[in-house]
Nanobody, 116 residues
Framework: QVRLVESGGGLVQAGESLRLSCAVS????????MDWYRQAPGQQRELVAV???????NYADSVKGRFTISRDNAQNTMYLQMNNLKPEDTAVYYC??????????WGKGTLVTVSS
């Protein structure tokens, strides 16, 4: 069983930065990949960024050039550095652990609110 705990959300103004963290109870290097998702009010959950086991990354077009996903294997923690935040980035942000088996794991989310 893998548990994920997100932190780092909050209220910021447009143009400011936040860094989200996702603490993993298991071994982060055992994951096939890990993702950050977000869900805005009234919207479907969307994929924001992916980091694979080899360290390759991929981003949604809406955040490319502004967000950076990374991980610290020694700390079993994944991060999402968010710069130049926009009001449309307001959402609950979730981390997801993609296992090699059929079960994936989700955190409970952390709220990011960006005011204009």
């Amino acid at each position: 069983q893998v548990r994920l705990v997100e932190s780092g959300g909050g209220l910021v103004q447009a143009g400011e930065s936040l860094r989200l963290s996702c603490a993993v109870s298991g071994s982060i290097v055992s994951a096939r990949s890990m993702d950050w998702y977000r869900q805005a009010p009234g919207q479907q959950r969307e994929l924001v960024a992916v980091i694979t086991r080899s360290g390759s990354t991929n981003y949604a077009d809406s955040v490319k050039g502004r967000f950076t996903i990374s991980r610290d294997n020694a700390q079993n923690t994944m991060y999402l550095q968010m710069n130049n935040l926009k009001p449309e980035d307001t959402a609950v942000y979730y981390c997801k652990y993609n296992a090699w088996g059929p079960t994936d794991y989700w955190g409970k989310g952390t709220l990011v609110t960006v005011s204009s």
